[in-house]
Nanobody
Framework: VQVVESGGGLVQAGGSLRLSCAASVRIFSINDMGWYRQAPGKQRELVASISSGSGGRTNYADSVKGRFTISRDNGKKTVYLQMNSLKPEDTAVYFC??????????WGQGTQVTVSS
């Protein structure tokens, strides 16, 4: 399975970005999905996840709760991350994958998000 992330960029603090991740999996809808990020010198962390099917259950890291929204479009085999009120500490490379350690697909290249103060 390949995942391709896009939508990153340079934005000022307080701004917004919308990330997209397309997966080349045969049946996308049966997979829970997550967004991870990795800042320089730090471990990769899960920041948001969404349940399979209609995506009725979402979870967020405390650091992004209330600012980020994860969603999915099963017809497009795509998961999104709407990021609002961005902070410099959100600067990282963002990746998508299944939110279960040990059951990850191959990691994509990620998309760089840089938030300037």
């Amino acid at each position: 399975v390949q995942v391709v992330e896009s939508g990153g960029g340079l934005v000022q603090a307080g701004g917004s970005l919308r990330l997209s991740c397309a997966a080349s999996v045969r049946i996308f809808s049966i997979n829970d999905m997550g967004w991870y990020r990795q800042a320089p010198g730090k471990q990769r962390e899960l920041v948001a996840s969404i349940s399979s099917g209609s995506g009725g259950r979402t979870n967020y890291a405390d650091s992004v709760k209330g600012r980020f929204t994860i969603s999915r479009d099963n017809g497009k085999k795509t998961v999104y991350l709407q990021m609002n009120s961005l902070k410099p500490e959100d600067t990282a490379v963002y990746f998508c994958n299944r939110p279960f350690e040990g059951r990850w697909w191959d990691w994509g290249q990620g998309t760089q998000v840089t938030v300037s103060s």
